[in-house]
T-cell receptor, first 116, second 112 residues
Framework: GAVVSQHPSRVICKSGTSVKIECRSL??????MFWYRQFPKKSLMLMAT?????????EQGVEKDKFLINHASLTLSTLTVTSAHPEDSSFYIC????????????FGSGTQLSVL | KQEVTQIPAALSVPEGENLVLNCSFT??????LQWFRQDPGKGLTSLLL?????REQTSGRLNASLDKSSGRSTLYIAASQPGDSATYLC???????????FGTGTSLTVIP
């Protein structure tokens, strides 16, 4: 149990287009979801915290208008990279927290975004 | 701000050895600490979670300890196997439970 599905796993797009990444908790309700970004050989960087039904809380330095996060239901959060540029190319990972499992985090498999 | 450091950055050991990965953090006010494993290009797999009131957790060949007062946690891997090769990350969770601070990771290679 406690599976988090992230889709797509890989996306290649042209500069200027928008890309949507989905994060779904398949068998539990996730009141909180987190979005991370990882640069090569670096650790994860928290981008934003998403609570169902409310606006996401963004970390300092993360552009809200660039990275749109929507947490419309207890099982789905989406990250949209708007007007993507090559510098947005990165590995994006979501995670979901299930409060009944001692605040344990469950992670998606990640999305490799390449902007040409 | 909480800072999390992992030492060593990379570790290479022969199969069968026991090994210890280290994680240190600057602020002892934490909610819990978690250890993760990451395979190349993949997401994270949660290995162990230690609540702030606990001293250690065990799962199979893995044992994680927590010493809040000194700001340290260790992940002990017994009888290492080539399949253990991966990057291991520790994450400290803030008292609010909403902030996760990740270490820089230790890249482990177990040589057959």
């Amino acid at each position: 149990g406690a599976v988090v599905s992230q889709h797509p796993s890989r996306v290649i797009c042209k500069s200027g287009t928008s890309v949507k990444i989905e994060c779904r908790s398949l068998d539990f309700q996730a009141t909180t979801m987190f979005w991370y970004r990882q640069f090569p050989k670096k650790s994860l960087m928290l981008m934003a915290t998403s609570n169902e039904g409310s606006k996401a809380t963004y970390e300092q330095g993360v552009e809200k208008d660039k990275f749109l996060i929507n947490h419309a239901s207890l099982t789905l959060s989406t990250l949209t990279v708007t007007s993507a540029h090559p510098e947005d190319s990165s590995f994006y990972i979501c995670s979901a927290r299930m409060a009944t499992r001692g605040e344990k985090l469950f992670f998606g498999s990640g999305t490799q975004l390449s902007v040409l | 701000k909480q800072e999390v450091t992992q030492i060593p950055a990379a570790l290479s050991v022969p199969e069968g050895e026991n090994l210890v990965l280290n994680c240190s953090f600057t602020d002892s006010a934490i909610y819990n600490l978690q250890w993760f494993r990451q395979d190349p290009g993949k997401g994270l797999t949660s290995l162990l979670l230690i609540q702030s009131s606990q001293r250690e957790q065990t799962s199979g060949r893995l044992n994680a300890s927590l010493d809040k007062s000194s700001g340290r946690s260790t992940l002990y891997i017994a009888a290492s196997q080539p399949g253990d090769s991966a990057t291991y990350l520790c994450a400290v969770v803030s008292p609010s439970g909403n902030q996760f601070y990740f270490g820089t990771g230790t890249s482990l290679t177990v040589i057959p």
